[in-house]
T-cell receptor
């Protein structure tokens, strides 16, 4: 069975500082990895995805993530955050059959 | 395009009542999904559908029913509401034609069972 662990439930950071949100997964088959963002009172929006190829994936809003197979990780990074990046971020894994398994989420709190 | 729409936005139910959460998409997607999101938890799949007339259980289907009579609509039915069903419910859809595809989410329905 697949699973996703997001160790940090909340990450506070100052505006214009860099941030890393951690995601580790477990899977016995090929994996496909996703990061979704949920702004307050909204549905989820896809930030980026790793299906194959380059292990460094660039997404929307200046976010990027690196797939590390040996460490079973898919950490999300942004070099300089804005107040508007305050949201909940979910890592998810799929075995390729359309069903997603989500982590518990990390709340990013950006303050001035 | 409206994308994925859900009604109602909020609802309070008494224990034992029933209700239907509505979901519609106008993107001609073949796959549709229902998730629930409990506080401090990730989303868990309740049911999904690969096309009109075809549905299947997800991770947490107990207490729910679904139907898919058209491509556009995928309602979720709660027959006997229980406090454990207090949650935020998200509907999603995707277009699958071989390979993995992005799921598009609706804004959610916040349900409280008292």
């Amino acid at each position: 069975a697949q699973s996703v662990t997001q160790l940090d439930s909340q990450v506070p950071v100052f505006e214009e500082a860099p941030v890393e949100l951690r995601c580790n997964y477990s899977s016995s088959v090929s994996v496909y990895l996703f990061w979704y963002v949920q702004y307050p009172n909204q549905g989820l929006q896809l930030l980026l995805k790793y299906l194959s190829g380059s292990t460094l994936v660039k997404g929307i809003n200046g976010f990027e993530a690196e797939f590390n197979k040996s460490q079973t990780s898919f950490h999300l990074r942004k070099p300089s955050v804005h107040i508007s990046d305050t949201a909940e971020y979910f890592c998810a894994v799929s075995d390729g059959f359309q069903k997603l398994v989500f982590g518990t989420g990390t709340r990013l709190l950006v303050s001035p | 395009n409206a994308g994925v729409t859900q009604t109602p936005k909020f609802r309070i139910l008494k224990i034992g009542q029933s209700m239907t959460l509505q979901c519609a998409q106008d993107m001609n997607h073949n796959y549709m999904y229902w998730y629930r999101q409990d506080p401090g938890m990730g989303l868990k799949l309740i049911y999904y559908s690969v096309g009109a007339g075809i549905t299947d259980k997800g991770e947490v289907p107990n207490g729910y029913n679904v139907s898919r009579s058209t491509t556009e609509d995928f309602p979720l039915r709660l027959e006997l509401a229980a406090p454990s069903q207090t949650s935020v419910y998200f509907c999603a859809s995707s277009y699958v034609a071989g390979g993995l595809s992005e799921q598009f989410f609706g804004p959610g329905t916040r349900l409280t069972v008292l």
